[in-house]
Structure formats: structure tokens, C-alpha cells
């Protein structure tokens, strides 16, 4: 499987918790000429690395639903004349419930967008100020209730937990809220203070670590009753439809990455290189219009490829077969360390061995940083 990651990397604001790639809207932004960017370089990217046939396109951000009806058929038409997209593409476009209406929503729904991940986080208005989220909870209930309304079956409900101010129980009635309004699928995953972010400037007061373990404990319950199943960290699926895209990446798939900032991955020939596009947006705009180069290229070390390809692997609940692995790293067997460090994790109780399955164990999941680092 393939995919196309789409960065639009513009927001009304920068969240403090947030450290993607993301710049505050300043001043109107030229919709066109940023598309037009985006599928030269998508040229580029195909130039170097061949035709591929792709499952999925992810439309990220940034804020992608600032970007208007007319714009999103623009780049997707761009795409489709570009590429084979296998017929059914999952085709995600992530949405703030601050920039969601119904006529803006039905038109992403003519351009070709067939699922939308909208950025909830809490339907709580205290937790979503500590955050520094500018929508209400008023707006989030309404943003899913027009992507309903407008034909969206498949969208998923971003949610998080352990906020800042949080009480207990605070998790748990977002998370109850969220299934009242039957998602395909939701993204549930702790807050983390990240670097170079203003949280990590100025850290916020978190709740107390084993209240927000109680708390991802009865949240897990919860879904599991409701019908949602865990295939990944922070991910759960009802009636078994996931997020293709992402599972992509956690199966250690390939991808294109256009877009200012994005990253890629491609298998080409015996090696996995790694792309990374120039992060501010109007030197990556005007790199492609100048020069036609807007960022680089890596070659993973061979001796790196088993931390990367753990890295996404031990995220999935299901884990993931040994030949997959030797497929996919350009192995012809495993190696003695490779061996040992699952040995070591299956001691310590992190991982389970079933012939030529390895998953990691309840306690693995809980404790994923602990696990991954074995293998870096």
C-alpha cells in the first residue's frame, strides 16, 4: 500500500501543546499558488521515485478546512490526473470545529473527500481554554453534527486527555460524549509536552499520573462495550474501519509527503529514503517556484533500519509478523541482535512470540517509550 500525506500548514492560532508544523494565518493566504505548489512538487516527488498506486490521501495540518471547497477539488483533481488511486481511496481531510459549515463541507464532499478527522480535543470549555483551542464545545457538537448531516458516514473524533485543570472524570464524560455521536472511529491519546513548544516553555499543571492511568483504564472499557476496537496506541475503530492512512504508517508503508514541512517515505530498489520538505511556507513555495528543489532527501543506514521499522510497528496492538519485517527492512534473515532485543523485551514482559508473530503485551503498550527504545 501507498499514500499521499498533504501538509496545508496554515492555523488561526498556534495551540501551545502543539509542535507540528504549523504557522498563525497573518495575512490572506493565496490558496491557488500554494496547490500549485503542492502538485509540483508532487511531480517532483514522482519524477524521483516512480509511479506508484496509491490507497489513501491524507489532507493535514495546519488547519486544512480553512482552505475552501474550491481549493480541495483544485488539489485533488490535481492528484487524480497525476496518479492511479485504487477505486474506494480513503480520502481524509482534518477539520477544526472553528472553521466547519455545511456548504464548506458538502463541497469537500464533491471534490472527493470521504472521511474527515475533526479536532474535538474536549467538549469541556474550561479544558479547552487551558489548551488554547478557540472553539467552544458548542462548536465541536455542531461540526459533527453538519459533517452527519452532509453525507460524512466515516469521521473520526479527535479527543484528548490528562489536560491541564482536568478533574477526574473530565476524560471519561468527553469520551462518553464523543460516542453518543456514532463515529466510525476515534483517536483518544494523552497529552505529552513536547519540545520547542509553549508547554514546554512554560509546562502547565497536569493531573496526577495515576489518575490519568485510572482513567485511560475505564476509558478503554468504555469503548471496547460501545463497539470500538483498539488496533494502535491511540486508536479505535468501530466496525473495523480504520484509518488506512495512518495504518500505513505503522505498517512501515510507503508514502509521498508533499506540502511545506511534510515527510515522506519510499522503498526504492534495496533502500527506504526519507524526504523532508522546507518548513516555512513561503520559502517552500518559492524554492518549487524558483528552482523546482524544496527540501531533501536521506538514505536510512541500514544498521538504523530496525529502530524505524520498530518505531511504527510496536505502536499496533496486533503486532506484526517477522517476514514482514525482513521484507520491508531488506533483510534476508534476522540478525543476532535483532534477536536478542526481542528476547529481552519478551523477559521483560513487554513482548509476546508466537512462531513468526510478535505483539507487544498489555503491559509493552503501556509502557511503548520503554519498549521502543530496545530496539533504537
Not at 323 to 344: R, W
Request: contains cysteine; hydrophobic residues 35%; aromatic residues 10%.
Amino acid at each position: 500500500m501507498s499514500s499521499i500525506y498533504v501538509h496545508l500548514p496554515w492555523c488561526q492560532n498556534k495551540c501551545p501543546y502543539c509542535d507540528f508544523n504549523s504557522h498563525e494565518v497573518n495575512e490572506k493566504v493565496s490558496e491557488k499558488r500554494y496547490i500549485n505548489c503542492l502538485l509540483s512538487d508532487l511531480d517532483q516527488d514522482l519524477e524521483k521515485f516512480g509511479s506508484l498506486r496509491f490507497e489513501s490521501i491524507f489532507i493535514g495540518g495546519g488547519t486544512p478546512s480553512l482552505f475552501s471547497g474550491k481549493s480541495i477539488s483544485y488539489l485533488l483533481d490535481g492528484i487524480r490526473d497525476r496518479v492511479e488511486l485504487k477505486e474506494g481511496s480513503e480520502i481524509t481531510l482534518e477539520a477544526n470545529p472553528g472553521s466547519a459549515d455545511a456548504e464548506r463541507f458538502e463541497d469537500y464532499i464533491k471534490a472527493g473527500v470521504n472521511r474527515i478527522s475533526i479536532g474535538v480535543q474536549s467538549f469541556n470549555n474550561q479544558l479547552l481554554e487551558a489548551i488554547g483551542r478557540k472553539h467552544s464545545a458548542e462548536d465541536a457538537e455542531n461540526a459533527i453534527r453538519v459533517a452527519k448531516s452532509v453525507g460524512f458516514l466515516n469521521f473520526n473524533i479527535d479527543l484528548m486527555f490528562g489536560l491541564p485543570g482536568a478533574q477526574r472524570g473530565d476524560a471519561i464524560s468527553d469520551l462518553e460524549h464523543s460516542i453518543k455521536f456514532d463515529p466510525m472511529h476515534i483517536s483518544w491519546y494523552q497529552l505529552t509536552i513536547e519540545e520547542k513548544t509553549a508547554f514546554a516553555r512554560r509546562p502547565p499543571s497536569l493531573p496526577p499520573h495515576n489518575d490519568i492511568c485510572d482513567e485511560f483504564e475505564i476509558g478503554q472499557n468504555i469503548l471496547q462495550r460501545n463497539g470500538f476496537s483498539q488496533y494502535e496506541v491511540s486508536a479505535y475503530a468501530r466496525n473495523s474501519i480504520k484509518s488506512l492512512h495512518n495504518l500505513n504508517y505503522w505498517e512501515f508503508g510507503d508514502y509521498l509527503g508533499i506540502g511545506a514541512g511534510a515527510h515522506g517515505k519510499i522503498s526504492s530498489g534495496s533502500k527506504v529514503v526519507r524526504t523532508e520538505k522546507l518548513s516555512k511556507p513561503e520559502s517552500y513555495m518559492r524554492a518549487i517556484e524558483f528552482n523546482g528543489k524544496c527540501g531533501v532527501e536521506l538514505e536510512i543506514d541500514p544498521s538504523l533500519m530496525a529502530g524505524e521499522y520498530m518505531l511504527n510497528a510496536l505502536r499496533l496492538k496486533d503486532g506484526f509478523s517477522l517476514n514482514d519485517y525482513l521484507v520491508k527492512t531488506y533483510n534476508s534473515s534476522l540478525d543476532k541482535q535483532f534477536e536478542q532485543n526481542i528476547e529481552l523485551a519478551c523477559d521483560k514482559g513487554l513482548l509476546s512470540r508466537e512462531g513468526d508473530w510478535v505483539k507487544p503485551t498489555r503491559l509493552g503498550s503501556r509502557f511503548l517509550n520503554d519498549l521502543q527504545v530496545i530496539f533504537i
